[in-house]
């Protein structure tokens, strides 16, 4: 499809509207098209490969993990333990991780950001799987449960994803990102953004929803700009160089600096609370979040049918329901004993246990706070 110089007149917003006319392309329901059918697999081949891109970079980011994981957790065995980005297995998780974001990435190319987003569900349950193979961890019953949820959930949102096929173009980008939707949806949002970082900085506000809203609400603008870039990068191999226009550099630098603040944030988070209360409840907000975006920058679930949507909501939910379970107290069974033992101090009859003190040099402390006790001669000695 080829488009025209910038400058000449289609420029102009009807022929932004006739091409994004053209790009819109509706799978008419008739016989034969049903769920993994001939005709189902013809119309969807391309968003096909994207979710395979998803799913294939969702599953080696959680290879990534468990390979750091398993790094961490060998440094901390040994005498002399070594920093950990000195070990080479540390980097090899490292570039898995890089190569499934990468993964991600291409898939928003090819594919809905409402089809891409929710696969992240993937990433848990493939790491819980790759947990219990390889690092010997235990597999309880909510974990098949939550597996069998998410890979349910997962069929229902990938068959009832939007039926549509788009070219990302840099007109249609531009004709998009000036549209009444957008500019009221963002107008929201940067006021949502600032008062919730009001109560967050000002106030001194750190609870885990205050903080994953602030991720989820630059998550939504991350979206948009990646399948943007992603979607660009695709048409200029595909069919014409868009690398050209102004718009590709203005949603290039909207990508980074939006995944910088969305890090930064997600560290505090993670500091401030464990990975399995941030994990699902982050999932949840960023697929909700990406969902709501794909709906209003690219349109993505336009004429799309009641029954449809209804469908593919149901199958989100399934797959949030999975990932809670999946994570939930799974922290809390690695954790180690909150008291350490040491059975009957010399000189001071106790049944309690002695609690350790995070901020001294001794062992620990004893209920009464003191860091001492007699001996059977009278004089005080460091625990």
């Known amino acids: 499809m080829a488009t025209p110089a910038p400058g000449g007149p289609g420029d102009s917003p009807s022929a932004a509207l006739d091409e994004l006319s053209r790009n819109f392309t509706y799978g008419a329901l008739g016989a034969g098209n049903g769920s993994l059918s001939g005709a189902w697999y013809r119309r969807n081949q391309i968003h096909l490969f994207g979710a395979l891109l998803a799913i294939f970079g969702n599953l080696v980011i959680s290879v990534s993990l468990n390979i750091q994981k398993y790094s961490h957790l060998q440094l901390a065995h040994q005498e002399y333990p070594r920093p950990y980005f000195k070990s080479v297995l540390w980097w090899g998780g490292v570039v898995l991780m890089a190569v499934g974001e990468t993964g991600n990435f291409a898939a928003y190319g090819f594919a809905p950001i409402t089809l891409i987003a929710p696969l992240g569900c993937m990433s848990v349950t493939g790491s819980a799987i790759i947990s219990v193979m390889f690092l010997k961890e235990n597999l309880r019953a909510?974990?098949?449960?939550?597996?069998?949820?998410?890979?349910?959930?997962m069929y229902l949102f990938v068959n009832f994803a939007p039926n549509i096929t788009?070219?990302?173009?840099?007109?249609?980008?531009?004709?998009?990102f000036v549209g009444w939707q957008f500019m009221i949806y963002v107008i929201l949002e940067i006021l949502l953004f600032c008062i919730l970082l009001y109560f967050h900085k000002r106030k001194g506000m750190k609870h885990i929803v205050i903080l994953l809203t602030l991720v989820a609400l630059l998550a939504s603008v991350t979206v948009i700009s990646v399948k943007a870039v992603s979607g660009m990068i695709t048409f200029s191999v595909t069919d014409k160089m868009q690398l050209t226009y102004p718009i590709f550099y203005?949603?290039?630098?909207?990508?980074?600096?939006?995944?910088?603040?969305?890090?930064?944030?997600?560290?505090?988070?993670?500091?401030?609370?464990?990975?399995?209360?941030?994990?699902?409840?982050?999932?949840?907000?960023?697929t909700t979040s990406a969902i709501i975006a794909g709906i209003i920058f690219y349109q993505e679930f336009l004429g799309a049918a009641f029954l449809t949507v209804f469908i593919y909501l149901f199958g989100c939910f399934l797959s949030f329901l999975g990932v809670f379970l999946v994570t939930r107290n799974r922290e809390k069974e690695h954790l180690p004993q909150s008291y350490i033992d040491f059975g009957n101090v010399p000189g001071k009859q106790m049944l309690d246990k002695i609690q350790p003190d995070p901020n001294g040099l001794s062992c620990g402390t004893l209920p009464d706070g003191s860091d001492s006790t007699k001996s059977p001669s009278g004089e005080k000695k460091e625990v």
């Open 142 to 153: 909510s974990d098949l449960l939550g597996m069998t949820l998410a890979f349910a959930g």
């Open 166 to 176: 788009q070219a990302i173009s840099a007109r249609t980008v531009q004709y998009y």
């Open 250 to 286: 203005i949603m290039f630098i909207i990508m980074i600096a939006s995944c910088v603040f969305q890090v930064k944030l997600l560290s505090q988070a993670t500091k401030l609370y464990n990975t399995a209360t941030v994990v699902p409840i982050n999932h949840i907000f960023f």
